[in-house]
């Protein structure tokens, strides 16, 4: 054996493996402490996930607080066998199991093996997607799989992109890239009180945060209206438009959605692309959740008018069944990711671009950056995009057979058939004066089921009033357990209606 700069004929002297806090160091001298470590580490896991009977212990936060605040951070235990029994109480014994199919609240999807098996090997190498000289390799992988995305959108050959922390990021970016196209023809003191988005009433809140981040006005988001399967009205979209251009307002960007966070409603792509085009505004497409029908095999026209979008935010770790975090910012034309570039002279000094060196900050808005993109690399190369479109297509027919159960199930009502695989609901009581509680019955039906356990699902609010969701991600969940879940929630809701009505009485007499 022999390393660069030593002689291959001198003899290699082995030393004994460090001691202290060198022993931690992850190294040529330490890979069997790493071995043993990490593999304890899985042990763990996998014993949890072979166990869990339910998705989460119901533990509250006042609970599990104090537990964790007796914890003396300045006295190490000195070993990874307690390290690891202390976790199982603060963390692995009350954690929210996503894998397990009565998880049902929000878009968190259980993970391929491939993609840990990338996350391990990612954590490990720790490369940092910033520069070439930090990953080498990793930039062209990254650089791959955003040409093989942009592909699949059908952006065109002068896409581009780069991978991000998620669809809130991803958002931010796209807006931010259109903000600075607004403002490259005047002045910007002058333009930014003026500029506007518009973007769907059942669109994702990042848009509002983005627009306070980028430092538009306070009413610079306009919402757009829905049609009754909540997706955005072109028609409206058009009238917006002309009311901004009448107002002297500038629209520097129009957020579509592929999969509302809520209804999993993808907005008219085509329609709302030919507003866009006419009026020469920039029109971004959040498909953070629906983004997984780009390898499903059977409903890849419902992103049809993708295609025509200025940037598009994509979440596999939404639904393509990836590991937090793992994301990307797309953009159709590359030359606008300028307006995130910053050449520094210890990191990426200008002369590297014209070497043509590719450094990947020069197009993100972070710098230290994870090589997230690995976990999809190895979930393309051991399964195939259309294994992975298979799973997202089981998930969007079980909630269709979510939908047609709670359809047929008089105490329950249902809101819109959702394209994706949310199904948003609410327990109706009997009409009288019970009706009048289902708001809170519903409220305390969620969080009564949370407490047991049992199921985690999700709530909202459609027009005022509390309803509940079910986000089903998981292939594995069946509609007998949707179906018994159903049932507990009825439970639940019934017993407050009970408990409340026969309070009432006795406080009249009283």
């Known amino acids: ?21 060198r022993a931690h160091l992850f190294n040529d001298r330490t890979v069997d402490h790493y071995r043993t470590s990490l593999a304890r580490g899985v042990d763990r896991v996998a014993t949890r996930i072979a166990g869990a009977e339910r998705p989460f212990s119901g533990i509250s936060p006042d609970e599990l607080a104090p537990g964790l605040a007796g914890i003396d951070l300045e006295r190490p235990l000195g070993d990874i066998a307690g390290a690891l029994d202390e976790l199982e109480d603060v963390y692995l014994r009350d954690a929210v199991y996503f894998h397990h199919p009565r998880y049902l609240a929000h878009l968190n999807c259980p993970v391929v093996i491939p993609a840990l098996l990338g996350e391990a090997v990612l954590s490990a190498v720790n490369s940092s997607l910033d520069t070439w ?52 023809a005047g002045s910007r003191s002058e333009l930014l009180p003026r500029l506007r988005i518009l973007a769907s009433e059942a669109g994702h809140f990042s848009v509002q945060k983005s627009a306070k981040m980028l430092g538009l006005a306070p009413d610079a988001v306009i919402t757009v209206a829905t049609d009754q399967d909540r997706r955005m009205r072109p028609a409206v979209l058009a009238r917006e438009l002309d009311r901004c251009r009448r107002e002297g307002l500038l629209v520097m960007a129009v957020v579509a959605t592929a999969g509302t966070t809520d209804f999993g409603s993808i907005d008219p792509l085509p329609q709302l692309a030919e507003v866009c085009a006419a009026a020469g505004v920039w029109l971004h497409v959040d498909a953070a959740y629906g983004c997984g029908l780009l390898v499903s095999p059977t409903r890849r026209h419902l992103l049809d008018g993708i295609e025509r979008a200025d940037s ?52 993100s808005i972070q710098t230290t950056r994870r090589f997230d993109a690995l976990k999809l690399w190895l979930t393309l190369r051991v399964m195939g ?19 047609d159960l709670l359809s047929a199930d008089p105490r329950f009502e249902v809101v819109t058939r959702s394209q994706l695989s949310t199904v948003v609901f609410r327990y109706l009581p009997p009409a009288g004066p019970e009706r009048e509680l289902a708001d809170d019955a519903n409220l305390f039906a969620r969080e009564a089921l ?61």
């Not at 003899?11 to 004994?16: E, K």
């Not at 294994?387 to 057979?401: H, I, N, S, T, Y």
Request: aromatic share 6%; net charge negative.
């Open 1 to 21: 054996m022999s390393y660069p700069g030593h002689p291959v004929d001198a003899p290699l002297t082995v030393d004994a493996p460090p001691a202290g806090a």
């Open 133 to 184: 000289d930090q990953s080498a390799g990793g930039t062209l992988i990254e650089r791959r799989l955003i040409d093989w995305t942009a592909e699949r959108v059908g952006l065109g050959p002068d896409a581009d992109g780069v991978f991000t922390s998620g669809g809130s990021q991803s958002n931010f970016q796209a807006l931010l890239l259109a903000r600075e196209e607004a403002c490259a």
């Open 312 to 363: 598009v935010t994509v979440d596999f770790h939404k639904s393509f069944f990836q590991p937090v975090s793992s994301s990307a910012l797309l953009v159709r034309d590359r030359a606008v990711l300028r307006h995130a570039t910053y050449h520094a002279d210890y990191l990426n000094p200008a002369r590297m671009a014209e070497r043509r060196i590719p450094n990947q900050v020069d197009k």
């Open 385 to 403: 995009a259309d294994a992975v479109g298979e799973l997202f297509d089981e998930v969007v027919d079980r909630a269709a057979d979510a939908y």
């Open 450 to 510: 949370a407490a047991s356990g049992a199921a985690v699902v999700a709530g909202t609010k459609v027009d005022g009033r509390h309803f509940l969701k079910f986000t089903l991600l998981n292939p594995e969940t069946t509609l007998d357990d949707i179906a018994q879940v159903l049932d507990l929630l009825a439970e639940h809701a019934g017993g407050y209606l009970r408990a409340k009505t026969a309070a009432e009485p006795v406080r009249r007499a009283g």
